[in-house]
C-alpha cells in the first residue's frame, strides 16, 4: 500500500472543505506549497534527484549560453552595467559554466551583475557552493525585485512548470478539469459542472475544431509579459529555452517525473516534480503584444550547433582521455539529437528583445514560419528535465 504524503493528506482535507480545485491550483501546490511543495522542500536535481537538465549535460550547454549572453551584450551596445538574471538557476551549474566561459571577455565579465531567481533554500545552498570564488550574486524570489537597468534574461526549464489551466471540450462546451475525490477517498480527475462562458472564442482555430474530450492546456501570460515588459522599458533581451510545442494544439501533457520516471501526477503529491509542455506560440503572442522583437523558436539542437557546439565539443575532446571523449561525444548527441533520451529535438529556444536589436546570435537567421508540429504525448518526453 502506498504511503501517504504530507501534502496529498492536505489537499484531501483542502477538498472535502472547499470542494474540486482546478488543475492549476493543484499544480501550484504539488510545486510550491510553503512547507509540502517539491520546489521548496527538496533538491530534485542530478542523478541523485529527480531529473538532469541539459547544464547537467555537459559544461558545453553552460559555456554556448554564456558565449550568448556575451554576443547579446554586445547588440546592446556594451553597457557598462547590465543585469545578467537567471529564473530557477537549479544547481548553479549553468551560470558557473557560463561566467567561466565569459572570463575571457573582461569587459561583459565586469559589466554583468548577477541576479538569480530561486525559492527553494536547498537549490541556493547549492548555487552558493558552485558560485563561490566567481562574481558577486544577489538572489531574489521574483524578476520583480530585481534592480531596473539593461537586463539578460535566461529561462532554462522554468515556463514547464508554471502551474496550467486544463480545459476539457463537452457537447455544452469547454469546462475546467479539476482534481476531486472519488468515493474511496482518492484523487482523481473531474470537469467543472458549469462550462466556461465564451471560452472558444479566445481559441486557436486548430483548438476549437478539437473533438469532444479534448484537453486544451494554457497558462496565463503573466510571466512572460513580466519578461517582455522588462525588455521593452529598460533594454536587453531574454532567452528560454524549454520543452515544448511551436503551435498551440489540443492534447493533455501534465506529467509527473520522480527518480527519472514517470508517475502519475496524482500519486503521492509534493513527493514528484509535475509539468507541462510549454505552448511557445502563445509565448510568441504575449511577447509581441508587449511590442517586443521575437526571435524563433526553433530546436535546441539546431540553436546549440549554430552556436559552436560540434567545435567545441572537438577541442574539448582533443585534450582528454578516450573515456572522458566517449563521455562528450554522448553529452553532445543528448543535447543536440532527437528521439527518447534526446533533448535536441522535444527542447525548443525563443527569445525577445528590445526593438532595437533586430537579430540575435544562433536563432534570428531562421525562416520566419517555423515549420509546424504538433505537441507530443506526455508519454514520448524525454525524462531528462522534463
Known amino acids: 500500500m502506498t504511503e501517504t504524503s504530507p501534502l496529498e493528506t492536505e489537499l484531501k482535507r483542502l477538498i472535502q472543505k472547499t470542494g474540486p480545485m482546478p488543475v492549476w491550483r493543484y499544480m501550484e501546490l504539488c510545486l510550491s506549497h510553503p512547507k509540502h511543495g517539491y520546489y521548496v522542500s527538496r533538491d530534485p536535481l542530478g542523478r541523485e534527484g529527480d531529473f538532469i537538465t541539459s547544464p547537467e549535460v555537459s559544461q558545453m550547454f553552460g559555456e ?15 553597457p557598462m552595467q547590465v543585469n545578467l538574471i537567471e529564473l530557477g538557476p537549479g544547481n548553479g551549474t549553468m551560470m558557473s559554466d557560463a561566467l567561466r566561459a565569459i572570463r575571457v571577455l573582461p569587459p561583459f565579465y565586469q559589466a554583468a551583475e548577477i541576479h538569480l531567481i530561486e525559492i527553494n533554500p ?26 531596473q537597468g539593461p537586463a539578460i534574461i535566461l529561462a532554462n ?31 482523481v480527475y473531474g470537469t467543472a459542472s458549469d462550462p466556461t462562458p465564451q471560452f472558444d472564442v479566445l481559441l486557436p482555430p486548430l483548438v476549437r475544431a478539437a473533438p469532444e474530450g479534448a484537453v486544451f492546456e494554457w497558462r496565463p501570460d503573466n510571466e ?29 501533457t501534465f506529467q509527473a517525473i520522480a527518480r527519472h520516471s514517470f508517475t502519475d501526477p496524482l500519486k503521492s503529491p509534493g513527493t514528484a516534480d509535475v509539468t507541462a509542455h510549454v505552448d511557445f506560440q502563445a509565448l510568441v503572442r504575449a511577447a509581441e503584444d508587449i511590442g517586443v522583437c521575437t526571435h524563433g523558436p526553433i530546436e535546441q539542437g539546431e540553436f546549440l550547433k549554430r552556436l559552436g557546439i560540434e567545435t567545441r565539443a572537438v577541442s574539448l575532446m582533443g ?24 533533448m535536441g529535438s522535444l527542447f525548443k529556444v525563443f527569445a525577445v528583445s528590445d526593438p532595437s536589436i533586430p537579430t540575435l546570435a544562433g536563432i534570428s537567421d531562421i525562416p520566419e514560419t517555423p515549420p509546424p508540429a504538433t505537441r507530443k504525448p506526455k508519454q514520448q518526453a524525454s525524462s531528462d528535465g522534463v
Do not use: C
Request: glycine residues 10%; aromatic residues 6%.
Open 224 to 252: 512572460m509579459m513580466k519578461m517582455a515588459r522588462r525588455i521593452r522599458s529598460d533594454g536587453g533581451v531574454a532567452l528560454i529555452i524549454d520543452y515544448g510545442h511551436v503551435r498551440s494544439d489540443a492534447g493533455d
Open 319 to 342: 585534450k582528454s582521455s578516450p573515456e572522458i571523449s566517449a563521455t562528450i561525444a554522448s553529452a553532445l548527441k543528448r543535447l543536440t539529437e532527437g528521439g527518447r533520451g534526446s
Open 64 to 78: 554556448l549560453i554564456g558565449l550568448w549572453a556575451a554576443a547579446a551584450w554586445n547588440a546592446m551596445g556594451t
Open 157 to 187: 526549464e522554468f515556463f514547464d512548470v508554471l502551474p496550467i489551466h486544463q480545459m476539457v471540450k463537452k457537447a455544452t462546451g469547454w469546462h475546467e478539469r479539476t482534481v476531486e475525490l472519488d468515493a474511496t477517498g482518492k484523487l
Open 122 to 147: 536547498k537549490l541556493r545552498e547549492k548555487q552558493k557552493k558552485a558560485l563561490t570564488g566567481k562574481k558577486a550574486v544577489t538572489w531574489h524570489n521574483s524578476l520583480d525585485e530585481v534592480p
